[in-house]
T-cell receptor, first 112, second 109 residues
């Protein structure tokens, strides 16, 4: 158990509403990542963090923002949700190396 | 940019050996990782190759050839529980991984 949790696990929201997903880790890891997974696209990196208040964009960052005010928490915010952001969102932390990542259980988000 | 290509589906029978290939194009290379994901579950780390050659972990092995920009995952003595999607991934020095689109392995009795 890598000590990583996500909340909520499921959410249904309407287009135009703000949504925040939370990732919490108990392992004191420096690096944290947010991915989305869609059929036919595999996993795609949205944003990642390499320390408190240190974040960078991934390959599909448009429409998303992140914040990391504490080592253990990494928040993903959709400022104004759109139907194209319906997806399963996974948070991850690094293991022994940055290529070895441990994933949280995922959040299934539906935007109507 | 970076991209990783792998077959979309593979079918094999219980007890057999299957190889899942991955070819990649990267602007900077920090090794090749493999992940397994069962339906409805989260991806789990299987192996990582930083250097050329074969890495063995039980029934699973992973191979890398950097000169050919190619790697593969080898699964031996297939079991029904190996039915899952398998992803190759590569990325930058900060673990900002790019994933292939995944190979769905179906193991038949």
């Amino acid at each position: 158990d890598a000590g990583i949790t996500q909340s909520p696990r499921h959410k249904v929201t309407e287009t135009g509403t703000p949504v925040t997903l939370r990732c919490h880790q108990t392992e004191n890891h420096r690096y944290m990542y947010w991915y989305r997974q869609d059929p036919g696209h595999g996993l795609r990196l949205i944003h990642y963090s390499y320390g408190v208040k240190d974040t960078d964009k991934g390959e599909v960052s448009d429409g998303y923002s992140v914040s990391r005010s504490k080592t253990e928490d990494f928040l993903l915010t959709l400022e104004s949700a759109t139907s194209s952001q319906t997806s399963v969102y996974f948070c991850a932390i690094n293991g022994q190396g940055n290529n070895e990542q441990f994933f949280g259980p995922g959040t299934r988000l539906t935007v109507l | 940019g970076q991209s990783l290509e792998q077959p979309s589906e593979v079918t094999a029978v219980e007890g057999a050996i299957v190889q899942i290939n991955c070819t990649y194009q990267t602007s900077g290379f920090y090794g090749l990782s493999w992940y397994q994901q069962h339906d409805g579950g989260a991806p789990t780390f299987l192996s990582y190759n930083a250097l050329d050659g074969l890495e063995e972990t039980g029934r699973f092995s992973s191979f890398l050839s950097r000169s050919d920009s190619y790697g593969y995952l080898l699964l031996q003595e297939l079991q029904m529980k190996d039915s899952a999607s398998y992803f190759c991934a590569s990325g930058g020095s900060q673990g900002n991984l790019i994933f292939g689109k995944g190979t769905k392995l179906s193991v038949k009795p």
